[in-house]
């Protein structure tokens, strides 16, 4: 039979490991902790004194030492495509492209094809090339170079934390296939109708979500047994003749808001599209919010970030269509819709400015320098509600999946099999 005391022989990396006494173990553990302490307040204290000799040395630890997270570790499709569905960065491909068409117009101006590029591979271009020559290649270099420092002169953005979604950049793709949604006429001032589905319950939500945006207006939906139910097709034509831009449907689950379904109506003699489907989690109301405000007419002022892909462009310009495109900067009211691994938080808050107080520090810059012409201001945040995610979950054509006709009716839908590599995201 084996001895019962079998943790005497027992061995490991700590030292509270090699005895099987409980208390020595402890004491011992306590020593180890305590030495370990010790070693890393030692090296805090010799790093601190060779930063402050040499100030690089602390610039490149805080660059060697990035947080390796999955936003970090995102990939992208390795395509040159900008259609719907595929994850490129729009502003990095258009920048490729915005270079090659340089280096084209370059080459082409110099007189010089591919094909005498393919000839003069193996002759050396200082016996080939003449004076003119030579002053010509002088001028395309010079305009290169010239092109690529006013793309260097400009300047970041002031909010490095985040990045806002430049509709700009809008791929020649979705212009083709939304003309009405990507033009270059001036945006209209939205009215939107909101309503719900069949025998709705959460008319409060609703309208907590219809106030949201500007020039809207909530109708509940008939739910009486001998009311005709109308479809939402209908209900869209009825909207569009009477002006509306965007009818907004809420779902609900459990008698809590669940879905929300963007319809954009365009104008006269445009088909009514594209439907946009979100699901929406954790909803929580105003009223819920510790030291919520309360809203007020004024027109906000619109935030969208993190949209970088296609698809996300897409999703930024329909949110960017239900807010009246001049906002009243007296109202101090701003409404954040923020993208995440393709989650959408949504966030209305109220802002002032006041003076920052003596154990509050400046503000500072990504490199760690105090921000010009923010000296002792700060910014206080209240938030007005309500406070929900969404996901997107579907687009279609027309109105709806029901109400879309043709081949290219499913513009674009989620599925589970999208979220299998982790580090690849669709906005």
């Not at 594209?274 to 002022?301: C, D, M, Q, V, W």
Request: proline letters at 5%; zero cysteines; charged letters at 35%.
């Amino acid at each position: 039979m084996p001895s019962g005391n079998k943790g005497k022989n027992r061995s490991g990396g700590s030292l509270s490991l090699k005895t099987s006494n409980k208390i020595v173990r402890k004491q011992l553990y306590v020593k180890q902790k305590k030495e370990q302490g010790k070693e890393r307040h030692e090296e805090r204290h010799r790093r601190r004194k060779e930063e402050a000799k040499d100030p690089k040395l602390r610039e490149e630890r805080l660059a060697n030492n990035q947080p390796l997270t999955i936003e970090r570790k995102r990939v992208w499709d390795d395509v040159d495509d900008d259609s719907l569905g595929v994850a490129v960065d729009v502003a990095e491909l258009k920048r490729r492209r915005l270079e090659k068409e340089e280096a084209e117009a370059a080459r082409l101006a110099d007189g010089v094809t591919e094909e005498d590029e393919e000839k003069d591979d193996d002759a050396d271009s200082m016996l080939d090339s003449d004076e003119e020559g030579d002053d010509d290649d002088e001028d395309a270099e010079e305009r290169i170079e010239r092109l690529r420092q006013e793309r260097a002169q400009r300047k970041p953005s002031i909010a490095p934390s985040t990045t806002s979604t430049n509709l700009d950049m809008t791929p020649d793709s979705l212009t083709r296939q939304f003309p009405n949604l990507f033009n270059e006429e001036p945006p209209v001032d939205p009215k939107i109708l909101v309503t719900t589905h069949l025998n709705g319950t959460i008319h409060k939500e609703a309208e907590d979500i219809a106030a949201i945006f500007p020039n809207s207006t909530y109708i509940r939906r008939s739910a009486h047994a001998y009311g005709h139910k109308y479809s939402v097709r209908e209900i869209a034509k009825f909207a569009k003749n009477r002006g509306y831009t965007i009818l907004m449907i809420v779902g609900e689950d459990l008698k809590k808001p669940s879905s929300l379904t963007v319809i954009h109506l365009n104008g006269e003699d445009v088909a009514p599209g594209p439907s946009l489907t979100y699901t929406i989690r954790n909803y929580l109301p105003g009223k819920a919010l510790l030291g919520h405000g309360n809203p007020t007419n004024h027109y906000p002022e619109l935030l969208l970030n993190g949209f970088k892909t296609p698809l996300g462009i897409l999703a930024a310009k329909s949110m960017h269509t239900m807010f009246p495109p001049r906002p009243e900067l007296s109202g101090r009211q701003v409404v954040t819709l923020h993208n995440q691994r393709d989650y959408i938080f949504f966030r209305r808050h109220r802002y002032v400015f006041r003076e920052a107080r003596t154990t509050e520090k400046n503000v500072v810059t990504a490199e760690g320098k105090e921000m010009e012409g923010m000296q002792g201001i700060r910014a206080g945040l209240q938030e007005i509600g309500p406070r929900f995610t969404l996901k997107l979950r579907r687009v279609d054509k027309g109105i709806g999946r029901a109400g879309s006709e043709g081949e290219d009716a499913l513009k674009w839908e989620w599925k589970a099999k999208m979220e299998k590599v982790r580090t690849r995201f669709n906005l």
